[in-house]
């Protein structure tokens, strides 16, 4: 009897799109994942006020390639002190998703409200 069970796979893996996998909250477009968090000033999550007074929740990861960061790097208001920072947008939709930060290394705040975990 010939073993032939070659390994048969329906599943339609890709790579980067896995329950790691974190979302725009507008447009459902891949923005960062769970294994990129990292903790700066301690903590992985943060609230924030921004210069109108504001108040954000922002999560940090240490990669966001669904995040684009636009114009100069600016120091002014800094959520992280040292750190200048790009206000950055999703790169599906537009909508303002967060900043990156950069210094030494870099990494992403992202607004938690703007995010989801899943497509649905
Ligand atoms: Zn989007």
Redesign the pocket.
């Known amino acids: 009897m010939l073993d032939n069970t070659t390994a048969h796979s329906d599943r339609t893996d890709d790579a980067f799109e896995t329950d790691d996998a974190i979302?725009?909250?507008?447009?459902?477009?891949l923005?960062t994942q769970r294994r990129w968090r990292v903790a700066r000033r301690e903590a992985h999550e943060h609230t924030v006020f921004n210069p109108a007074g504001r108040l954000f929740d922002i999560l940090c990861f240490k990669e966001a390639p669904?995040a684009l960061p636009h114009g100069e790097a600016c120091g002014d208001f800094t959520w992280f002190p040292g750190y200048l920072w790009k206000i950055s947008?999703?790169?599906?939709?537009?909508?303002h998703?967060g900043c990156r930060f950069e210094r030494a290394d870099v990494f992403f705040g992202l607004i938690k409200t703007?995010l989801v975990d899943r497509k649905t």
Do not use: Q
């Open positions: 979302y725009c909250a507008a447009c459902i477009y923005v669904g947008t999703c790169h599906g939709c537009g909508t998703i703007r």
